[in-house]
């Protein structure tokens, strides 16, 4: 065990958010922050400063990781997380890494083996699996309020035409590119990027809710339709089949526009519940529920009661990335989403895609784990909340009756 843990941060512009919540977190102390862009150093300086921190950011990633942090965060170009984070284990550091975090089913494996060979931790940063309402669905469903859940369903819907980038790290959409007569732009890492791979955010999620893992995807895709995203299909569903004989649906959307979205659901034998972002409430029913009194409303939304959801980012889902990391590697112990955990998440939305590419044909989806998956270890850290929120009626409006 250690007092203290020294962080170095990669890519400064959704990495900003890791920066401050770092700066912000017990036991962590920021030595270091690097971005190629100007206005993304220029833009986390003035961030510092406003948080009387003293910390200039610096242009490589060689001169951060010369600094000797304990850990780094990698929050660069997605096509490049594979190569900084085996680069940083390599260096003797600790890594926390963005989504994707790997682009291909070698690279979770070189990560993999990176993480065995040097003995260093790697965890996922994966937001949405510390959103507040779900560690009230794994409480009611370890007290079998739902009774066997059978199915659960992910969404995650985000329109980004914003496929261009120029040398200072402005994005645009093509039609804004020809509209302004913009030159040498080049296209963004998600710019070709399969939809389905992009599933951590609902796929993991679910994941721990059920203490699940993957085992067969079909996937099917929708068409190619829009203009400003001609390199990706509009969407991706894919069909997942668990090691515990249930099924989840998942769909991505990253072309299609709409106000953006997360939303859950669960099916269980005794009942359900669900989820929607533009909502930010839980409807349930449960084995104490009649049928006939339908939905009640759980006024339970992102984040939790202990953090401020403005300033964490992702509803307050941010700063538990860095609180769990930091904690775990203090106290000596396994993060909560570790590399193993990470392929759980990011490997089924790899092979969804070659199943589509394949015309939607079941592929297999290995654990890459020396031992079999026996259960997770995720709620350890994050715990389960020990009061009951209130529910109230559910007014649904104007019935339909048949």
């Given amino acids: 065990?250690?007092?203290?843990?020294?962080?170095?941060?990669?890519?400064?512009?959704?990495?900003?958010?890791?920066?401050?919540?770092?700066?912000?977190?017990?036991?962590?102390?920021?030595?270091?922050?690097?971005?190629?862009?100007?206005?993304?150093?220029?833009?986390?300086?003035?961030?510092?400063?406003?948080?009387?921190?003293?910390?200039?950011?610096?242009?490589?990633?060689?001169?951060?990781?010369?600094?000797?942090?304990?850990?780094?965060?990698?929050?660069s170009n997605g096509r490049q997380q594979a190569q900084q984070t085996i680069q940083a284990l390599e260096a003797g550091c600790h890594v926390l890494s963005?989504?994707?975090?790997?682009?291909?089913?070698?690279?979770?494996?070189?990560?993999?083996?990176?993480?065995?060979?040097?003995?260093?931790?790697?965890?996922?940063?994966?937001?949405?699996?510390?959103?507040?309402?779900?560690?009230?669905?794994?409480?009611?469903?370890?007290?079998?309020?739902?009774?066997?859940?059978?199915?659960?369903?992910?969404e995650y819907l985000h329109y980004l035409p914003t496929n261009l980038v120029d040398a200072e790290g402005n994005q645009f959409t093509p039609a804004e590119a020809k509209q302004q007569g913009l030159t040498g732009l080049q296209p963004l890492w998600r710019s070709d990027q399969p939809p389905i791979q992009y599933l951590t955010h609902d796929?993991?999620?679910?994941?721990?809710?059920?203490?699940?893992?993957?085992?067969?995807?079909?996937?099917?895709?929708?068409?190619w339709w829009n203009p400003e995203t001609p390199?990706?299909?509009?969407?991706?569903?894919?069909?997942?089949?668990?090691?515990?004989?249930?099924?989840?649906?998942?769909?991505?959307?990253?072309?299609t526009r709409r106000p953006g979205a997360h939303n859950y659901r669960l099916f269980g034998t005794q009942g359900s519940v669900e989820w929607y972002s533009h909502e930010g409430f839980c409807r349930r029913i449960d084995s104490k529920r009649e049928e006939k009194e339908g939905w009640e409303r759980i006024d339970i939304g992102t984040a939790r009661d202990d953090v401020d959801e403005a300033d964490s980012g992702h509803g307050g889902t941010d700063i538990w990335t860095a609180i769990t990391f930091t904690r775990a590697l203090l106290a000596g112990r396994?993060?909560?989403?570790?590399?193993?955990?990470?392929?759980d998440y990011t490997l089924p939305g790899i092979l969804?895609?070659?199943?589509?590419?394949?015309?939607?044909?079941?592929?297999?989806?290995?654990?890459i784990r020396r031992e079999p998956f026996e259960h997770t270890e995720f709620w350890d850290h994050v715990g389960l909340p020990e009061d009951e929120p209130k529910g109230q009626a559910y007014d649904s409006g104007a019935g339909i009756t048949f």
């Fill in 98 to 154: 963005e989504v994707p975090g790997a682009f291909t089913q070698e690279e979770i494996l070189h990560i993999a083996a990176t993480v065995e060979r040097t003995g260093k931790q790697y965890m996922l940063a994966e937001n949405s699996s510390f959103m507040g309402f779900l560690r009230y669905w794994r409480r009611w469903m370890v007290e079998g309020r739902f009774g066997a859940v059978s199915m659960a369903d992910g």
């Fill in 231 to 255: 390199l990706r299909a509009d969407g991706q569903y894919a069909l997942f089949k668990t090691a515990r004989g249930r099924l989840i649906r998942i769909l991505v959307s990253l072309n």
């Fill in 1 to 75: 065990m250690v007092d203290e843990l020294t962080v170095g941060v990669l890519g400064l512009r959704r990495g900003r958010s890791h920066l401050r919540n770092f700066l912000r977190t017990e036991g962590a102390r920021v030595i270091g922050a690097a971005d190629r862009i100007e206005q993304w150093r220029d833009r986390a300086a003035t961030m510092c400063a406003e948080m009387d921190q003293s910390l200039t950011p610096i242009a490589e990633f060689d001169d951060l990781l010369a600094l000797k942090p304990d850990a780094v965060v990698i929050a």
């Fill in 352 to 367: 969804a895609n070659r199943s589509a590419e394949n015309g939607g044909g079941v592929i297999h989806v290995p654990d």
């Fill in 334 to 343: 396994r993060v909560p989403i570790d590399v193993y955990r990470m392929a």
């Fill in 203 to 223: 796929l993991g999620p679910l994941l721990e809710v059920l203490d699940d893992r993957v085992v067969s995807v079909n996937c099917v895709e929708g068409p």
